[in-house]
């Protein structure tokens, strides 16, 4: 079984600073890693995943991330922000079935950007 | 090229009731999942279909029930509508190790 931990409920920052959105999981086997932002009242849009090879990941809309094995941690950053970032950001973690493992999602983090 | 499609956006059904939602793969894709995403919360997988079969469930009781065609569309059925089954109901493809989510079906039960 595997579980994901959004750390912050909510995040607020002022537009142009940088932002980490963390995110921790837990799993038994090896896992491929998922950032999803969901804009309001939309699907989700696949930010950025981690399947193996380099744990520094480079996504769209200038978001990357690291994975980091030893501390089962995937924290999201990005170096400045924008209003149009305002959204919620979602962690997900699956087994290494190649797509056959469903997602297991976190309860996600509403990035507040602040003018 | 279309992404996932999902069918209705929005509808309300009452207590009892049952509803069908439908989707429709990105080109290319053979697997679709289905997940629940309640108000506030992140989504919750509910079950897989590949080549016309159940592959893989969560925790979800036996009132949600699916099918895969052989063009791949998938359609999610749920029995006996509880208040608690309003949400929103998304419908991933995936092929190749990249997942892509519909727009999703709002599902409000009153």
């Known amino acids: 079984a595997q579980s994901v931990t959004q750390l912050d409920s909510q995040v607020p920052v002022f537009e142009e600073a940088p932002v980490e959105l963390r995110c921790n999981y837990s799993?038994?086997?090896?896992?491929?890693l998922f950032w999803y932002v969901q804009y309001p009242n939309q699907g989700l849009q696949l930010l950025l995943k981690?399947?193996?090879?380099?744990?520094l990941v480079k996504g769209i809309n200038g978001f990357e991330a690291e994975f980091n094995k030893s501390q089962t941690s995937f924290h999201l950053r990005k170096p400045s922000v924008h209003i149009s970032d305002t959204a919620e950001y979602f962690c997900?973690?699956?087994?290494?079935?190649?797509?056959?493992?469903?997602?297991?999602f976190g309860k996600g983090t509403h990035l507040i950007i602040q003018p | 090229d279309a992404g996932v499609t999902q069918s209705p956006t929005h509808l309300i059904k009452t207590r009892g009731q049952q509803v069908t939602l439908r989707c429709s793969p990105k080109?290319?894709?053979?697997?679709v999942s289905w997940y629940q995403q309640a108000l506030g919360q992140g989504p919750q997988f509910i079950f897989q279909?590949?080549?016309?079969?159940?592959?893989q469930r969560g925790n979800f009781p036996d009132r949600f029930s699916g099918h895969q065609f052989p063009n791949y569309s998938s359609e999610l059925n749920v029995n006996a509508l509880l208040l608690g089954d309003s949400a929103l109901y998304l419908c991933?493809?995936?092929?190749?190790?990249?997942?892509?989510f519909g727009e999703g079906s709002w599902l409000t039960v009153v």
């Open positions: 991933a493809s995936s092929g190749r190790g990249t997942i892509y």
């Open positions: 799993s038994s086997v090896s896992v491929y």
């Open positions: 981690y399947l193996s090879g380099s744990t």
């Open positions: 997900a973690v699956s087994g290494t079935g190649g797509g056959a493992d469903g997602l297991t």
């Open positions: 080109s290319g894709h053979d697997t």
């Open positions: 279909y590949y080549e016309e079969e159940e592959r």
